[in-house]
């Protein structure tokens, strides 16, 4: 809900209202029968919608991060996914892939979660593509020898015009350019939910700053077009080498760049390797453990401004189909750093 330009002192101030002025029109969008609370786009996770009050909300800013090939992308672009599917829609700006690329690990994703365990891999759908000595045909006939694509690719079809892929260059996408993009959109009557992959990418032109500075004035934007937007924004952020080490549980504060991604961010979700984390007696008494605690990544909800922070869910891996089992629980183990959780 936007704030009113209210009168005072014979002039018009933007953005100040008093509250009797906000009381009366809640009041009347209500009689209208018009939306007053915040705009919802659900993740789709299980248990992490429930403890987000339902998924992200307009106006919040998301960072997604954790080391290096556990999954970022992965639950970002299955978030996506998600909220297209439930009805909303979604704009990628993608600086690490082709979207060729993005629309495999898409077709996989959704073939997963439609057939299951055994459905069609990344590397199946990559071989279609790349097939040069099959005979012409329509996308859903190359696939139809690829379980679960073909349906994967005809579920698509209902809601791929509202979901976007940018291929980001981080030369010359700038900021600008993303919101010019998401303001086309809206004014095209979507309210796209924004992925940003990835935050310390987004070039600044001419700028000689350091990377701290860089990655504050970045962070700072993608808040501000959160804002004006009224639209969630999902940023991935790379993690400081430093962090890279075994045995290390990374937290919000091991992300590269400033303080103003801890500050400026309303949901922080850190991923880390469950086998790595876990306390080491959970792997001596049990060494079935082990490979056990390999195939689940730990989501920490590290900061949630509409709601409870610090909560520790684990969701399964199933990166060859380009996805995380939707349906996750809390972590019951011991992890390091002596927390222990349980739900």
Same mark, same amino acid.
């Given at each position: ?80 996914? $998600? ?10 700006? /993608? ?12 077709? =996989? ?50 809601? =791929? ?6 291929? /980001? ?59 004006? =937007? ?41 991923? $880390? ?14 060494? /079935? $453990? ?13 900061? $949630?401004? /509409? ?37």
């Amino acid at each position: 809900m936007s704030t009113p330009t209210a009168d005072h002192g014979g002039g018009r101030v933007p953005g100040l209202a008093s509250l009797t002025e906000l009381l009366d029109q809640t009041d009347a969008r209500m009689r209208a029968g018009e939306r007053v609370g915040a705009s919802i786009w659900p993740t789709g996770l299980d248990p992490l919608d429930g403890h987000l009050g339902g998924g992200l909300r307009g106006g919040e800013l998301a960072l997604i991060g954790g080391p290096q090939g556990l999954g970022k992308t992965t639950m970002a672009l299955q978030i996506v996914r $998600n909220a297209v599917s439930a009805g909303r829609s979604a704009v990628v700006f /993608s600086y690490e892939h082709e979207a060729r690329t993005l629309l495999e690990r898409l077709i =996989a994703l959704e073939a997963g979660l439609i057939a299951g365990r055994g459905s069609a891999s990344i590397g199946a759908i990559r071989s279609v593509f790349e097939d040069r000595s099959a005979s012409p045909g329509r996308l859903e006939e190359r696939l139809a020898g690829v379980a679960g694509a073909a349906e994967a690719v005809r579920a698509q079809r209902e809601y =791929a015009d509202r979901l976007h892929l940018h291929e /980001s260059s981080g030369a010359s996408t700038t900021l600008e350019e993303i919101r010019e993009i998401v303001a086309v959109l809206k004014e095209g009557g979507e309210e796209p939910l924004v992925l940003v992959d990835y935050l310390q990418k987004v070039p600044l032109p001419g700028s000689t700053l350091g990377e701290d500075e860089r990655v504050t004035l970045v962070v700072e934007a993608l808040k501000d077009l959160a804002l004006a =937007a009224d639209v969630p924004v999902i940023a991935i952020v790379a993690a400081e080498k430093s962090a890279l080490v075994s045995g290390h549980r990374m937290r919000l504060h091991d992300l590269r760049g400033s303080s103003a991604l801890a500050y400026e961010a309303d949901v922080a979700l850190i991923l $880390n390797g469950k086998y790595d984390i876990v306390a080491r007696h959970h792997l001596m008494y049990d060494i /079935s $453990n082990a490979e056990r605690y390999r195939h689940w990544v730990v989501v920490t909800v590290e900061k $949630n401004r /509409s709601g409870v922070g610090d909560l520790v869910m684990e969701f399964e891996k199933r990166f060859q189909e380009g996805r995380f089992e939707p349906k996750g629980r809390m972590v019951q183990e011991q992890l390091v750093e002596e927390r222990v959780f349980v739900e």
